[in-house]
């Protein structure tokens, strides 16, 4: 199957900073990039859906102007959460779809710490 | 809209014994349809997918499950399970297109006791 890497795999920062999370599909064009998050124990929750080329589309709760992501071309899209909190802290996966394939593929998840 | 139910949140079950991973979706119109595996600090493995045609679905590490259309239900089973099976099971839905978005169930954590 096609590979989607993420990176990094684990990050821990200070509260007040800025941490940006990269997602790069490695052997195809990604024409859709989505960015989940997962807390403890539970399902992944969709945050935003992007294009390439376009302004993301985000969920219904999730704050755009925190949670930046760009997707600049067809092979990268990149996360990044601004102003970290505690709370942000959680795993953050991105999946990618191409229009002619069937699935998603999913990077290998990032674990952010906010302290 | 649609959505995925995942009944079971654990499901302990014997080394070597089978097991069934129940799923339900509903939808609108037609789907595609998931089973994700992840294990612990990583990311989604895909298992097998149902899109069109045999409702009996064969996937990696001797997984299957069956479409069952009238039920609305994508059981997942094995016949024998192993301690590497031990994860977290995903279910999932998307509508056909590379653009659209999947939906995943709550998950089931399944937990093969030796």
């Known amino acids: 199957g096609a590979v989607v890497s993420q990176h990094p795999s684990r990050v821990i920062c200070k509260s007040g900073t800025s941490v940006k999370i990269e997602c790069r599909s490695l052997d195809f064009q990604a024409t859709t990039m989505f960015w989940y998050r997962q807390f403890p124990k539970q399902s992944l929750m969709l945050m935003a859906t992007s294009n390439e080329g376009s302004k993301a589309t985000y969920e219904q709760g999730v704050e755009k102007d925190k949670f930046l992501i760009n997707h600049a071309s067809l092979t990268l899209s990149t996360l990044t959460v601004t102003s970290a909190h505690p709370e942000d802290s959680s795993f953050y996966i991105c999946?990618?779809?191409?229009?002619?394939?069937?699935?998603?593929?999913f990077g290998q998840g990032t674990r952010l710490t906010v302290v | 809209a649609q959505s995925v139910t995942q009944l079971d949140s654990q499901v302990p079950v014997f080394e070597e014994a089978p097991v069934e991973l129940r799923c339900n979706y509903s939808?609108?119109?037609?789907?595609?349809l998931f089973w994700y595996v992840q294990y612990p600090n990583q990311g989604l493995q895909l298992l097998l997918k149902y899109l069109s045609g045999s409702t009996l679905v064969k996937g990696i590490n001797g997984f299957e499950a069956e479409f069952n259309k009238s039920q609305t239900s994508f059981h997942l089973r094995k016949p024998s399970v192993h301690i590497s099976d031990t994860a977290e099971y995903f279910c999932a839905v998307s509508e056909p297109g590379g653009y659209q978005k999947v939906t995943f169930g709550t998950g089931t954590k399944l937990q093969v006791i030796p």
């Open positions: 999946s990618a779809r191409s229009t002619g394939f069937t699935e998603a593929f």
């Open positions: 939808s609108s119109v037609s789907v595609y």
